[in-house]
DNA sequence: TCTCAAGCGAGAGCACTGCTCTCGAAAACG
DNA sequence: CGTTTTCGAGAGCAGTGCTCTCGCTTGAGA
């Protein structure tokens, strides 16, 4: 199939792959507004023009590499997650919750300039296309999939939830988790905001000079947010 | 005084405060990513290299910006919170935390560019200088007083704090508000992380196709955030 | 009051950017 | 085999941040 379709087809990906790769390297040194085609042509040994065969504009491959980057923190969450699963079969929801919140963290200090392409402030005029939508969502539906197998397991206890938010929380919990409550949605919802609110502040330096024992202040941070949703402690 | 010292003075205060609300101007209209320092000298019909008299370079200029938007976000949140105490003198804290939130997420999509531009991803080489500290501050001492003035009330029920977090915690009163519980703090910090992760996931785009009643998703979550501090409700 | 250094704007210029267009070679297809 | 598509190279355009030099103006000290 694919190696039949010809060496054209084939030398095409290779070489698409490369310019992501240089570009990610340029990316991970020098941070997204430094990324110059240019300069990824000429580490690539080719001229900037014909970089113009592969990606029609610089934002086009911004908006790859975003892609890439939502698969990759996506993939390290689900990978967290896993790995934590096949320890045991009795994992309280709690447990998985934080770890993957650290899991997350952990990927982010890793790419910080890669987080702030996909979590900060988006580059230039640049509204992300629908095509990365997919990618984009992962980690939260990871985090729905830890709340659903929770409340399946009986370990979930409904957050309290104002009359005002009421039609607004119903609206989410049938767009993304009918079979929860909607409380329980609107609160998954708000801690998923809020799970990358620290994550933000911890990498773009909001907590310089503030908070000093980071690892231990998102993980309780983190947990609390998780009893928030009614994720219970496992009974000691 | 400033009138004697001349007119010379005067007219670079004038220049000065005209370079920054054009590049103010631009900034809002195209994002940090596209302020052209010749296209502000060009609006002000003065040649680019004119203004390197005023600001030794791009970064300066974004800076002395980042500071503006630092107090005027600061002064936005302490209007309100001034508004709201001036109405009546029961005010519950949680009301003023919420009223504040609000405020800040206000001023947040009414600048969304000057928001991205402190608390989205630092632009280009960056490392923010100490000067921009006591501005960056203001948000965050006003949530600390109003915390501050419940507990003297007695409205503070003291949220859980994990063994491990007890020395960071202990460190972080001891820094920020040595009047108060370390348990509050800790929770206090976190909540300020929090609220500002619900604000940057809404105007960022992360909320798109999600949330949709982001007012009442943003009252809601910023009410139970001040629970989560320990900012109990008004005996009704 | 006169003088002289400091402050300032204009202009040219450098190195760089994203992007377009044209041209010739090479590969793929009929 | 010929034709069409695909691709890289090169030149070029408009724009950028920033530097340097050159004169004019102005304000402060002798």
Do not use: C
């Not at 939502?70 to 919750?97: F, T």
């Not at 397991?153 to 938010?165: D, I, K, N, T, W």
């Amino acid at each position: 199939m694919s190696t039949t379709r010809g060496a054209r087809a084939r030398a095409r990906e290779e070489v698409t792959a490369a310019i992501k790769d240089e570009a990610r390297r340029q990316l991970a040194a020098e941070g997204a507004a430094k990324l110059s085609l240019r300069a990824v042509a000429r580490e690539l040994g080719m001229v900037s023009s014909a970089l113009y065969r592969y990606f029609p504009s610089r934002d086009d491959l911004l908006t790859a590499l975003i892609i890439d980057a939502y698969d990759s923190i996506g993939e390290a969450a689900e990978r967290a997650d896993a790995a934590l699963l096949k320890k045991g079969d009795g994992v309280a929801p709690v447990r998985r919750w934080v770890a993957v919140g650290e899991a997350v963290r952990a990927w982010a200090l890793a790419h910080p300039h890669e987080y702030a392409l996909i979590y900060g402030s988006p580059v230039p005029g640049y509204t992300a296309p629908m095509t990365t939508v997919p990618a984009a969502s992962r980690v939260g539906l990871l985090f729905i999939g830890i709340v659903r197998d929770a409340h399946q397991g009986r370990g979930v206890a409904e957050p309290p939830l104002s009359v005002e938010l009421r039609p607004e929380a119903e609206r989410l919990a049938a767009e993304l988790a009918p079979d929860l409550p909607p409380a329980v949605v609107a609160a998954l919802v708000a801690a998923w905001a809020q799970l990358f609110g620290l994550i933000g502040f911890e990498l773009f330096g909001q907590f310089n000079r503030v908070v000093e024992d980071r690892a231990a202040f998102f993980s309780h941070a983190a947990t609390q947010l998780a009893h928030g949703v009614g994720l219970v402690l496992p009974r000691a």
